[in-house]
């Protein structure tokens, strides 16, 4: 019998997503979609690779824990996990929660699910926080080397529009991104923060929107303890991530427009400076993808004790520019 999931936040970019990957899982089914917005339609109107009859609907947040879903996504806003997390709780169940916001991702309560670094299996785990997108690509690059570093890492940021979300602002206006760059929140950034609490060292994160869609690129500056070979460094982000099909070590630096619509993460362009002691790395990433709905699935499957890739296409085809028609 297949498990049960529902998604809270259903109308965003992500939520479409969710539902494009959930709907084609081998052994998970939609339990409902909710949205204010969209109350009442049918969620195929807007998705069209869903081909199911559920409606987008609205329930109150102490009606969510009755629904019966044994999974619950909330793709909300930050700062809005909180109510639906507490009638869960209320309610005593046992179902689990996945939040892509930022709401848990530093609360020791809650399993940050990055699955590619995390020490544990997450089965039988009912409280997981999704990283976020940048947060995601950042750890990525710098992790395989977090023995070695001195001092701070820097690492600059670009991001597609999508990454705003759907309500309007000026990060997200694609007229005003237009043959622009436009940087934001470049000291103290909730990703800057969560970065620096889950590898426990600094990190300054200095982020940018762009006039594409999807998609994210971040380059690190890494200071280095000793020199290293370049053949070295190789080796080494080879090894910490041979056996995860979803990041992939390239040698030259991977771009943006080759990760949009792809499951997973690229990490590659290693250059050592002349002494050995600084290195620069580039990881991309769908924002929308592995930095968001890619993981919440991955998380799923752990938390059921599924095939970590069951329902997750490594190949899948170019996606169109809007995440809902």
Known sequence: ?????????????????????????????????????????????????????????????????????????????????????????????????????????????????????????????????????????????????????????????????????TSPSDKNDPEKLRDNLMPYALTGHVHEREVARHLRHPVEFMPHVAPHFRGLSITANLHLARSFEIDEVRAIYRGRYAGQPLVRVLDDAPWVSRIAGAQHAEVGGLTLAPDGRRLVVV?????????????????????FGFDELAGIPLQAPQPSGDALR
């Open 1 to 165: 019998m297949n498990a049960q999931v529902g998604i809270v936040g259903g109308r965003g970019h992500v939520g479409a997503e969710l539902i494009r990957l959930l709907s084609a899982h081998p052994q998970f089914e939609i339990a409902y979609v909710s949205s204010r917005e969209l109350a009442g339609q049918p969620v195929a109107d807007h998705v069209r690779e869903y081909r199911g009859d559920l409606r987008f609907t609205t329930p109150a947040h102490e009606d969510l824990p009755v629904l019966a879903a044994g999974a619950v996504v909330l793709a909300l806003p930050n700062g809005k996990a909180g109510a639906c997390v507490a009638a869960f709780d209320r309610a005593h169940t046992d179902s689990v929660i996945v939040d892509l916001s930022a709401d848990h991702r530093f609360d020791d309560d809650w399993l940050y699910g990055l699955p590619e670094l995390a020490d544990a299996s997450a089965k039988g785990v009912r409280r997981i926080a999704n990283p976020g997108c940048y947060a995601t690509a950042m750890q990525l690059a710098i992790a395989p080397m977090i023995d070695a570093l001195v001092g701070p890492v820097q690492c600059f940021g670009v991001s597609g529009y999508s990454g705003a979300g």
């Open 283 to 303: 990881a991309t990433l769908d924002n929308l993808l592995k930095g968001a709905a890619t993981q919440a699935v991955q998380n799923l499957n752990r938390a």
